[in-house]
């Protein structure tokens, strides 16, 4: 049974094309998915993101368990609302989900988890906490609207309470706010920069509809996926999995290694992935011929081996086919993909395509 936000009203009213996504019903564009990724990377977009799950943790011992969870370390941490993108991983380094954690005192924090993900990650977050004296709290009363775009924060803050604006308004990069009822984190998931709202649910309707007067266009999972794939932004369930390390995903930046004595979940796999050498990387690819590049497809290194294609699309700001891959560790700047029985020539890039609006390829 398909669930639905306290905004699906807003999206049948504003003439969302409405898909399943991950059992929720969630718009996937509000007529052109092309227009809405260039309102994003032009102007300012809004999403939808109450889906996702936010956890407050909250106990003496809290960075303890963080830092035994996660493979990053929530340990540098030391400023109020200061965050951190982590992955959670299992005992043999595979990926259970990537998140964020903001530090909001030393003995609470608050995590941002996956929609998709949510039970499993809510179970191994209760069984890896029994010995901790944790109090888990899933804020399911809390909607969320991510505004993302040059111009998002400046026509955000035309629609948010004065005591939420003058809390906002000098968030740098990667921090929240909280403000009570409301909580304003300066993330996203687009390459842009913008806000990420989380908002009682009996105030999500009239916020979104403020917005949309300040000139912040709905857009869909349609869009969000374009602009996180230009951005080289991960997805779970297509660029990590369970079954893969952060080593070969294109995330070894995530894992703190030191201090030594850190004994995170999953270490111990890690180091000996890494002492008998990364097979895998993650890497960004550029289709110059004619073609779209889709996950699966496969990805043939001349001489040195095989890799396949985790994320594609056709990228609306290169007007190219991108893709994120994962490859063999030797491959260079160039490869193959096999399309339709075909193999047509690609090149291997650094894995982020676009940011704040300009094409880095």
Known sequence: MSHKTVLY???????????????????????????????????????????????DIVG???????????????ARLTTPGKALYSCMLNQNGGVIDDLIVYYMRDDWFRMVVNAATRDKDLAWLQQQAESFALEL?????????????????????????????EAAAELERFFGCDCGEWFVGRTGYTGEDGFEIMVPESEAAALWDRLSDAGVKPCGLGARDTLRLEAGMNLYGSDMTEDTTPLVSGLGWTVAWEPVSRDFIGRRALEAQREAGVPQKLVGLILDDRGVLRGHQKVVVENVGEGEITSGTFSPSLKKSIALARVPK??????????R????????????????????V
């Open 341 to 360: 029985g075909k193999l047509l020539d690609a090149r291997v890039v650094r894995p982020v395509f676009v940011r704040d609006g300009k094409p880095v």
């Open 9 to 55: 009203a807003k999206h049948v009213e504003y003439n969302g094309k409405i898909v399943d996504f991950a059992g929720w019903m969630m718009p996937v564009n509000y007529g052109s998915q092309v227009d809405e990724h260039h309102q994003v990377r032009n102007d300012a977009g809004m999403f939808d993101v109450s889906h996702m799950t936010i956890i």
């Open 137 to 165: 709290i899933e804020r399911a009363e809390t909607a969320m609207i991510a505004v993302q775009g040059p111009q998002a924060r400046k026509k955000a803050m035309q629609a948010l309470p004065v005591d939420v604006v």
């Open 330 to 339: 030797a491959t260079g700047d160039s490869c193959q993909v096999e399309i």
């Open 60 to 74: 003496e011992r809290v960075t303890e368990f963080l830092q035994y969870l996660l493979a990053n370390d929530v």
